[in-house]
């Protein structure tokens, strides 16, 4: 008999990754690749152009940059200019993926650089000179510094888009395909998506990717098997305080977010709930990089627990903890409620996200529903039940529902017809037919 085969568990050794980046990713606590890491870091390492679907917290920022040092290290360049960018949609986001880097190349003598706005931009174009090997940025930032003929891309060995449909929705089309012509055309392109039925997403790549493999880890109606999806119906925005405020001192959680549609409402929340004794933060796009900066480092080492945020934020936190995400306003579409959740149930974790709904927003979110292919659970707080119940049922006829219309009236109507005696004259012809048929046939 043959001994029962046991299936080794995969490891960052089994990827012909160098002993410098796996010095790096041990010390980091990295104990075996994700299933992102798994399928991307094979194909990139051979220089395949990539398409990847991965969610926030899947391991897909150590998928591109492991795979791109590994090229660096390999491959020493004598040429000048950046080796190799990250384009990504916010500053958190790249201050994020920066701080990863350098984690990453802590064995390595490669230089990692940061450009984002809101930061000097004297000492971004001294980087630039020195010929930063990796650089993290965000589009507008590069764009500015390309009118002033300082970032060289000429030579540029990868560029990464990360969070793809992101940028499309913040309106960063045009500004990611003028810099990616400026780059190397024999480049190594990887496009990283949450999502793979955003239309723009597949435009995108149509026109930066070479002949590329797909990589799928999920698509836009994955169900976020981790995160508990409820709605709590509001009469108005002063009942959604109420239920807001009881949420937040009742529920177990680390950390919460809380989200509104805009820079007013996410500031007007704030007083009343440290009115109420409630460590809150505000984060919008309003606010200077220092004062965001602060907020970002005081929500992670959990100084404040609570951060009221627009949809800014949606895509650049990527903060440990966060296991309580509140809708107060109903986001306006699918892709930002996807977004706006994604901020919970991380990885193994285990998340809870509610929408305050009051009627005018009843319809939205039967919309993101529908969207997303999913039921969420109605909860009710006993102590603040509203009046509002949803909307109404409506009585509809058969041919609205797709049943069969009555016959009944109808045969009534024809009971009643009062026979003339000319009629009766002519019973059997087929221009005239006679009532007795008539209702016999009705009758059968």
Known sequence: MHPTSIEKTPSFSDLSLDEQLLSAVKKMGFEQPTPVQLKAIPLALEHK??????????????????????????????KSGTRALVLTPTRELAQQIFKHCQQLTEFTDLQTGLITGGDDFRLQQNMLRRNTEIVIAT????????????????????????????????????????????????????????????????????????????????????????????????????????LLTWLLKNETYDKALV??????QATQLQGPLRGQKLRVGVLHGEMDQKERNRMMTLFREGEIKIMVATDLAARGLDIKGINLVINFDVPRNGINYIHRIGRTGRVDELGLTIALVKHTEWNL????????????????????????????????????????????????????????????????????????????TNQS
Do not use: W
């Open 49 to 78: 152009d990539l398409l990847v679907s991965a969610e926030t917290g899947s391991g897909k920022t150590a998928a591109f940059l492991l795979p791109t040092l590994q090229k660096l290290l390999v491959s020493a360049s004598r």
């Open 139 to 242: 589009p507008g930032r590069v764009l500015e510094l390309m009118e002033q003929e300082i970032p060289d891309f000429s030579n540029l060995d990868v560029l990464i888009l990360d969070e793809a449909d992101r940028m499309l929705d913040m309106g960063f089309s045009e500004d990611v395909l003028n810099i990616a012509s400026h780059c190397n055309a024999q480049r190594q392109t990887l496009l990283f998506s949450a999502t793979l039925t955003h239309f723009g997403v597949i435009k995108m790549a149509d026109k930066v990717l070479k002949e590329h493999d797909i990589v799928a880890l999920n698509t836009l109606h994955d169900g976020h098997r981790n995160i508990e999806q409820q709605f709590v119906l509001a009469d108005d925005n002063d009942h959604k305080l109420k």
């Open 259 to 264: 989200f509104a549609n805009s820079r007013i």
């Open 365 to 440: 979110m039967s919309g993101i529903e529908r969207f997303l292919k999913q039921k969420f659970k109605h909860r009710t707080i006993k102590e603040l039940e509203g009046k509002y119940k949803g909307p109404k049922k409506q009585k509809t006829s058969g041919k609205a529902t797709g049943g069969k219309l009555k016959t009944e009236p109808k045969k009534e109507a024809a009971e009643k017809v009062k026979i003339r005696d000319r009629d009766k004259k002519n019973i059997g012809k087929r221009r005239v037919p006679s009532v007795k048929p008539v209702i016999e």
